[in-house]
Nanobody, 122 residues
Framework: QVQLVESGGGLVQAGGSLRLSCAASGRTFSSYAMGWFRQAPGKEREFVAVVSWSGRSTSYTDSVKGRFTISRLNAKNMVFLQMNSLKPEDTAVYYC???????????????WGQGTQVTVSS
């Protein structure tokens, strides 16, 4: 069992930065790949980034490549999403999630956090 709690969201101007954190509980955290997703009003939840259990492998959706960085610190049961050069279209609720194997589709993620709101003003 893994419980996830996101934090770090807020209101920021376009071009600014935010760092999202996801705190996980459960002894099996380090065995899971961890992903970030986002959901804007009226849209489906979409993949943003994923990091393997070791932290050595990462993947990003095209729209955030070069701007966002996902990382994890297994010793602290934490996952992070550093977001730079934010754009108004990045506005959404951001969720962290855990999957049993790296690179699985959204439907295969086992655990989800409650989300944190990110709003980027123009």
């Amino acid at each position: 069992q893994v419980q996830l709690v996101e934090s770090g969201g807020g209101l920021v101007q376009a071009g600014g930065s935010l760092r999202l954190s996801c705190a996980a509980s459960g002894r099996t955290f380090s065995s899971y790949a961890m992903g970030w997703f986002r959901q804007a009003p009226g849209k489906e939840r979409e993949f943003v980034a994923v990091v393997s259990w070791s932290g050595r492998s990462t993947s990003y959706t095209d729209s955030v490549k070069g701007r966002f960085t996902i990382s994890r610190l297994n010793a602290k049961n934490m996952v992070f999403l550093q977001m730079n050069s934010l754009k108004p279209e990045d506005t959404a609720v951001y969720y962290c999630a855990a999957e049993p194997d790296y690179g699985l589709p959204k439907s295969e993620y086992d655990y989800w956090g409650q989300g944190t709101q990110v709003t980027v003003s123009s």
